[in-house]
T-cell receptor, first 112, second 115 residues
């Protein structure tokens, strides 16, 4: 069966510090991968998606970037965090050409 | 511009009764709809989905109804159980993206099952 991992589970970072969140998927190959953010009191907002290694599509302009160095690895990064980057970050995967997405446990990021 | 709307931030239902969660959408390109359940500090869990070629899909206690002309869908949970207490998100997808595009989510409805 497929599993998706995210780490760390929680993170507290000062404004201006860098960020790296990692997501890995097991049990499937060539998945589509996604990063979402849930801000307080809001729904899930799509940040990035990837259909293959090195292929990244960004949905909203922001202070964040994403990379996919390996087939089942998806990384969310920032060079300098802003207060507004605080939120709950979720990684998800789907089979190619499938609509159902399956989410990881999430990372709670607090920027102080 | 919110393309998927869940107008009820919260809903309280007595255990054993039916829970009905509603969702409206504005983008006519959406043709696949999903419901997710989310507990605090966890990722959403996929519950049930429906394609726009159908008007109903059932899975155990969960049934999703789609009214394309009204751009409205609903999730029925019957009977409601205490473990159903969670935030429920409605999401939509457009087939033009081949499924690769991300989902568009509503803001969620917090369902509270009263004993």
């Amino acid at each position: 069966s497929q599993t998706i991992h995210q780490w760390p589970a929680t993170l507290v970072q000062p404004v201006g510090s860098p960020l790296s969140l990692e997501c890995t998927v097991e049990g499937t190959s060539n998945p589509n991968l996604y990063w979402y953010r849930q801000a307080a009191g809001r729904g899930l907002q799509l940040l990035f998606y990837s259909v293959g290694i090195g292929q990244i599509s960004s949905e909203v302009p922001q202070n964040l970037s994403a990379s996919r160095p390996q087939d089942r690895q998806f990384i969310l990064s920032s060079k300098k965090l802003l207060l507004s980057d605080s939120g709950f970050y979720l990684c998800a995967w789907s089979h190619d050409r499938a609509h159902e997405q399956f989410f990881g446990p999430g990372t709670r990021l607090t920027v102080l | 511009d919110q393309q998927v709307k869940q107008n009820s931030p919260s809903l309280s239902v007595q255990e054993g009764r039916i829970s009905i969660l509603n969702c409206d959408y504005t983008n006519s390109m959406f043709d696949y709809f999903l419901w997710y359940k989310k507990y605090p500090a966890e990722g959403p869990t996929f519950l049930i989905s429906i394609s726009s070629i159908k008007d109903k899909n059932e899975d155990g206690r969960f049934t999703v109804f789609l009214n394309k002309s009204a751009k409205h869908l609903s999730l029925h949970i019957v009977p409601s159980q205490p473990g159903d207490s969670a935030v429920y998100f409605c999401a939509a997808s457009a087939v033009s993206g081949g499924g690769a595009d991300g989902l568009t989510f509503g803001k969620g409805t917090h369902l509270i099952i009263q004993p």
